[in-house]
C-alpha cells in the first residue's frame, strides 16, 4: 500500500479538513504523517507528500526543504502552497511593521521577506488548486 504525508505550512488547515473529508482515496493510500493526528519526529519516506501552506518564515522553508527529498513526489495542495494565498498578506509592508513592532516575538520563526509558493523552495510533481481544494 502506497503511503502519503502531509505537511502543513503557514495558513489556515483549510485543505487538511478537505483531505480528511476526501475518503475515495483512503483506502489506496496510509496515512503516515500529519500533525494533530499521526506524527512523529520527522516526516518518513513516502509515495505522496501532500503540502499545504506556503512559505513564510524560516521553519516552513526548513520544514519543506526536509521533508521533499523523502517523498516520491510532491503536491501542492491549495491556494496558499501554489501562490502563497492568505499567508501572503502578511506580506503588505503595514502588517510586517505590526508583527515585527513587539520586542515579545523574538521568540518566533523569523520571517522571510515575503510568502513564497512551495515550488519556489522545493520541485512540485502535481498541483490541487482550491481555497480549500474540493475533496
Not at 1 to 13: E, I, R, T
Request: contains cysteine.
Amino acid at each position: 500500500m502506497k503511503s502519503f504525508a502531509v505537511l502543513q505550512l503557514a495558513g489556515c488547515a483549510g485543505c487538511e479538513v478537505s483531505l480528511l473529508n476526501a475518503d475515495e482515496w483512503l483506502g489506496e493510500y496510509r496515512l503516515a504523517y500529519m500533525p494533530l493526528v499521526i506524527s512523529t519526529h520527522d516526516v518518513p519516506e513516502v509515495d505522496l507528500l501532500l503540502v499545504s501552506g506556503g512559505v513564510r518564515n524560516e521553519e516552513d522553508q526548513y520544514n519543506l526543504r526536509r521533508a521533499a527529498p523523502r517523498a516520491g513526489k510532491v503536491v501542492a495542495i491549495g491556494t496558499c502552497a501554489i501562490s502563497g494565498g492568505v499567508a501572503s498578506l502578511g506580506d503588505r509592508d503595514e502588517v510586517r511593521q505590526f508583527f515585527l513592532a513587539g520586542r515579545e516575538r523574538h521568540h518566533l520563526p523569523h520571517l522571510l521577506p515575503k510568502c513564497r509558493p512551495i515550488d519556489a523552495v522545493v520541485p512540485v510533481d502535481l498541483y490541487l488548486p482550491g481555497c480549500p481544494p474540493t475533496p
